[in-house]
């Protein structure tokens, strides 16, 4: 972040670029798309957007914040910032394509179509600094309406072009610098809910676990998958963590013996029907995920019993 602050206080507004994000999804196979729109902005617009973003840096790191993996429950009512690799985050790499190489341009009859928006900010050494935005639709001025504004003599006149408000604050930034290891370069996360609906997180994520649900039905180790499935897609973290595991391979090693060895070496508060299945309710999802996770660790050193939020295999 310190990073971030140090670029943008040194960056040209000329080199500010304002791109427009159009998504769309296919309702019957799910599949989600996005547009790129490049736009061209005066020195002064770029100036803007470069100072809203240090602004809003500059006040983060007033606050010393404490900088967390996405996705992780924070222990503390500290000030947090929550950071994701960059090839964690769907759609993210093909919208850093399109942004590189987009022709197509924005157009005012696209107005209601913008799902979001990117500031790429770039250096004379290569360096580019991207920050984020899901657009919410305002209530606009637009033309063909009775619409005024009011001019520098104090007097209203009739509105002949369309105006698009930006918002003064971003949802994320991630600084891609020449020579840096890209496969651990981190996003940096200010508003979660807007940033995981720019990038549809949800959506990726259900694809990703509706495409497997053959094999956790053959696993049998919940007495209703449905209802277990569905209270995960109420929740980015719990169908994030669901199709994690699912694609990495732990999920296959589970077993019904496993599962009650877990519950009963750590006292869980977790039931089972006649069959031995885990029976499912509201209040034991995050419970069952962490199981299915392996989440529960013992130390080698302590014999200690823990819940590990964050494991990094060795």
């Given at each position: ?202 959506d990726f994520y259900e694809k990703e676990v509706d495409g497997r649900k053959k094999e956790i039905d053959d696993k049998d180790l919940l007495n209703d998958i449905d209802v277990f499935i569905d209270f995960c897609k109420n929740d980015s973290r719990m169908i994030k963590k669901f199709a994690r595991f699912l694609k990495n391979g ?65």
């Amino acid at each position: 972040m310190i990073e971030i602050k140090t670029y943008l206080e040194g960056v040209e507004p000329k080199n500010a670029k304002l791109y427009f994000i159009e998504r769309d999804k296919n309702q019957r196979t799910k599949e989600v798309n996005y547009n790129t729109l490049k736009t061209t902005i005066t020195i002064e617009i770029g100036k803007e957007l470069v100072d809203v973003g240090l602004q809003q840096i500059i006040s983060i790191l007033n606050d010393d914040p404490e900088y967390i993996d996405y996705g992780i429950v924070p222990y503390s009512d500290k000030r947090h910032v929550e950071k994701i690799n960059k090839n964690d985050v769907p759609y993210l790499s093909k919208l850093l394509i399109e942004v590189s190489t987009s022709v197509e341009v924005f157009e005012d009859t696209k107005t209601n179509k913008i799902f979001g928006y990117i500031v790429k900010i770039e250096d004379s050494r290569n360096n580019a600094l991207f920050l984020f935005r899901k657009y919410t639709p305002k209530k606009l001025l637009e033309k063909g309406k009775l619409s005024m504004i009011l001019n520098d003599e104090g007097s209203f006149q009739r509105l002949n072009y369309k105006i698009m408000a930006i918002d003064e604050i971003y949802d994320a930034a991630l600084l891609l610098k020449e020579g840096d290891d890209q496969s651990q370069v981190q996003v940096f996360i200010f508003n979660r809910s807007k940033f995981e609906s720019m990038f549809s997180f949800v959506d990726f994520y259900e694809k990703e676990v509706d495409g497997r649900k053959k094999e956790i039905d053959d696993k049998d180790l919940l007495n209703d998958i449905d209802v277990f499935i569905d209270f995960c897609k109420n929740d980015s973290r719990m169908i994030k963590k669901f199709a994690r595991f699912l694609k990495n391979g732990e999920f296959s090693k589970m077993s019904k013996n496993n599962i009650k060895d877990v519950v009963g070496k750590y006292k869980l508060d977790l039931e089972f029907d006649d069959n031995g299945k885990v029976v499912v309710n509201k209040d034991n999802i995050w419970t069952i995920l962490r199981i299915l996770d392996d989440d529960y660790v013992r130390s080698e050193i302590t014999n200690t019993k823990y819940e590990a939020r964050s494991k990094v295999k060795k």
